[in-house]
């Protein structure tokens, strides 16, 4: 039982290139979320997916887009990096336990530097 | 939106010790409070929440209280070991079937032998 993974775990991009991050869950949870973190900063929403099919937008979406594959994978793509996206990316997902619903478990995190 | 705010930055106790960690939170709509603990380079790991019909809950020697009338939640760890030692979120949610968490800037606990 893996929880959350997120790949890759380390990434060196230069500016203006692009990629994808990837995150899949096995807990059979609704809900994933794209957090980053930035020292000093606590960790800030960017986009979620409240169930499949859906998406919005967070406290930072800007530079970002994503994409929830199925209920399983939930990718964050940068289309154009800059040096101002540097910085620890976590991926979340939640579900539900009648009557209420479980706690957000976290990724290990993608740490993604722009040159 | 919301908006968490987390003291002390960093706090540094003796093995043993109490360690205590407040936020408040600005909207009155907000119904779940997590607090997370991040060890260095791993995600942040849940060891403590409570929801707002709950005023105080506790977890061996973890405990947080809620005061919602003055929107203020406290972290409070009895007996401190050096194992405690990393960095705690606290959060914030108006929770209806997912779970988009405001976070705290973080508070870097130091617990010395």
């Known amino acids: 039982n893996a929880g959350v993974t997120q790949t890759p775990k380390f990434q060196v991009l230069k500016t203006g290139q692009s990629m994808t991050l990837q995150c899949a869950q096995d807990?059979?949870?609704?809900?994933m979320y794209w957090y980053r973190q930035d020292p000093g900063m606590g960790l800030r929403l960017i986009y979620y997916?409240?169930?499949?099919?859906?998406?919005d937008k967070g406290e930072v979406p800007n530079g970002y887009n994503v994409s929830r594959l199925n209920k399983r994978e939930f990718s964050l793509r940068l289309e154009s990096a800059a040096p101002s996206q540097t910085s620890v990316y976590f991926c979340a997902s939640s579900g539900v336990r009648l009557p209420a619903w479980t706690e957000a478990f976290f990724g290990q995190g993608t740490r993604l530097t722009v040159v | 939106g919301e908006n968490v705010e987390q003291h002390p930055s960093t706090l540094s106790v003796q093995e043993g010790d109490s360690a205590v960690i407040k936020c408040t939170y600005s909207d009155s709509a907000s119904n779940y409070f997590p607090w997370y603990k991040q060890e260095l380079g791993k995600g942040p790991q849940l060891i403590i929440d409570i929801r707002s019909n709950v005023g105080e809950k506790k977890d061996q020697r973890i405990a947080v209280t809620l005061n919602k009338t003055a929107k203020h939640f406290s972290l409070h760890i009895t007996e401190t070991q050096p194992e405690d030692s990393a960095v705690y979120f606290c959060a914030a949610s108006m929770n209806s079937g997912y779970s988009t968490l405001t976070f705290g800037k973080g508070t870097m606990l130091l617990v010395s032998p």
């Open positions: 997916s409240a169930s499949e099919g859906t998406t």
């Open positions: 807990m059979n949870h609704n809900s």
